[in-house]
């Protein structure tokens, strides 16, 4: 189980050391305490996603082979 998160932890931060900086995110200035972390387009994408993953999965369960 240690070894798993170790693995995936090691996967994320390899992802976020290779993105290049730029200026632009420097200047932004920061989010505010009362701001919500997932804003509504991700809400968006990761509902169109979830139904996505669930009509082929029970495509597959009920009419596949």
Request: proline letters at 5%.
């Amino acid at each position: 189980m240690l070894w798993i998160n170790l693995l995936q932890d090691a996967l994320a931060s390899i992802s976020f050391a290779t993105e290049r900086p730029s200026d632009e995110l420097l200047a932004r200035p920061p989010y505010g305490c009362s701001q919500s972390l997932v804003t509504k387009a991700m809400i968006l994408h990761i509902t169109s996603h979830s139904i996505y993953e669930l009509t082929v999965l029970f495509f597959l369960l009920f009419l596949g082979q």
